[in-house]
């Protein structure tokens, strides 16, 4: 596949990406632990703004419709495993600052916790790319929780930011990974988001505008109205 350049800013795709090792076991762990050292106590929740709503890595005792403040859901994150390759990076969907971001508040079960928050850092956490953070997070009753997400980082080689359009209509025609394409997994978010009644306008306005004659939502498959 040959390059794409959009000259006014500089972008090209596919790009060539150095990610790094992946994290070896012993550092998963370290960053476990660093986490959880800086929780408060109490019932551990984590916040799922995207693949965790339709395909939650562990077992929840309650979930709840939640909504955190001061980041917002975007596919600002190269994928060259997951939903893409070296060749053919992918994007999936990360938390970046600004705005606020509705999704699902898991409580998860404290005789368990362990292994969920292990399993959790294995699918998460391969690479460094994003941050574990604590985020304060509202529930759809009022209650204020502190809920773990992964938030990006903007300085590494895998933040893709918000690329223009023409871009993520090629990532979206051409991209493809070990767990299927970017273009399945935004598709399974929009629909998962919208079954439970707390649809991303700006996601769904953003992905209809992306047409391609190779194929992108909004021409097959899923109908974004």
């Known amino acids: 596949m040959s390059a794409i350049e959009i000259a006014d800013l500089n972008v090209i795709y596919p790009p060539t990406l150095d990610l790094g090792p992946q994290l070896t076991h012993e550092q998963l762990l370290h960053s476990l632990d660093k986490t959880m050292r800086r929780h408060k106590g ?21 979930r709840r419709r939640a909504r955190v403040h001061g980041y917002h859901r975007g596919l600002y994150l190269w994928s060259h ?15 970046d600052r600004g705005g606020s971001c509705s999704g699902f508040a898991y409580r998860l079960p404290e005789d368990q916790l362990e292994d969920s928050l292990l399993a959790l850092w294995k699918r998460e956490m391969p690479y460094p790319s994003y941050r574990p953070h604590w985020l304060n997070c509202r529930l759809e009753d009022g209650t204020k929780v502190q ?20 871009l993520l209509t090629q990532v979206l025609a051409s991209a493809s990974g070990r767990f299927g394409s970017t273009r399945e997994y935004v598709e399974q978010t929009i629909s998962a988001l919208r079954t439970h009644e707390m ?20 021409e097959s498959g899923m109908e974004l109205t």
């Open 42 to 62: 109490g019932p551990v929740w984590l916040f799922a703004y995207g693949s965790l709503i339709w395909r939650p890595e562990c077992t929840a005792v309650e």
């Open 81 to 95: 495993e997951h939903r893409g390759t070296p060749e053919c990076p992918g994007l999936v969907f990360g938390l």
């Open 147 to 166: 809920a773990l997400g992964f938030v990006l980082e903007r300085h590494l080689p895998s933040y893709a930011g918000n690329l223009p359009d023409n």
């Open 199 to 218: 649809p991303d306008r700006n996601l769904e306005a953003r992905i209809k505008r992306c047409h391609s004659t190779t194929g992108c939502p909004g």
